[in-house]
């Protein structure tokens, strides 16, 4: 048996095409970045989100000496609000960087790791999380679903 796996995104030439609401989220992402702690690898990210409240939560990386000490924006983020704001869930999530010495021209894409944390939180709250990956510039792709970044992610259903 055959099976395919899709899902669509948009992609945007820049920010501007994004709602007002959008961009605000991401314009906060990106000063998210400014945040960060990344003396070792220099790749600042930043990740903001919009809960169901409407209030805007940051995160971004901190890095350690020990690298898999370090976390990663997304989830220094999905952390913050999971300890703060326990009840709320988060509508739209914006994630950005800024590497040292370089442009940051193209969309960003979560690690793995962070791949799962977001699809756990989404079937935490029972609501999809919208997600706009960006650079400082360039072209927007937005996804409907953090769900569509992880195909076949681990949802834990087996465990019940």
Do not use: W
């Not at 988060?90 to 442009?103: C, E, N, R, V």
């Not at 960006?134 to 937005?142: L, N, P, R, T």
Request: one cysteine or more; proline letters at 5%; charged letters at 20%.
């Amino acid at each position: 048996m055959r099976k395919k796996f899709e899902f669509e995104y948009h992609l945007l030439a820049n920010a501007s095409e994004l709602s007002v609401e959008d961009q605000e989220i991401l314009v906060a992402a990106k000063e998210a970045t400014k945040t960060a702690y990344a003396p070792y690898s220099n790749f600042y990210v930043g990740a903001a989100a919009r809960l169901s409240n409407g209030k805007i939560v940051i995160g971004s990386n901190q890095e350690s000496t020990s690298f898999p000490v370090g976390i990663c924006a997304e989830r220094t983020l999905l952390n913050s609000v999971g300890s703060q704001f326990p009840d709320l869930s988060i509508i739209t999530m914006a994630i950005s960087y800024q590497p040292l010495g370089k442009d940051s021209i193209e969309p960003i894409s979560p690690c793995g790791m962070c791949r799962q944390s977001l699809l756990d939180y989404e079937n935490r709250y029972g609501a999809p999380i919208k997600i706009i990956l960006s650079g400082m510039s360039g072209e927007v792709m937005v996804l409907n679903s953090a769900s569509n970044l992880l195909p076949f992610g681990f949802d834990g259903s087996i465990l019940k």
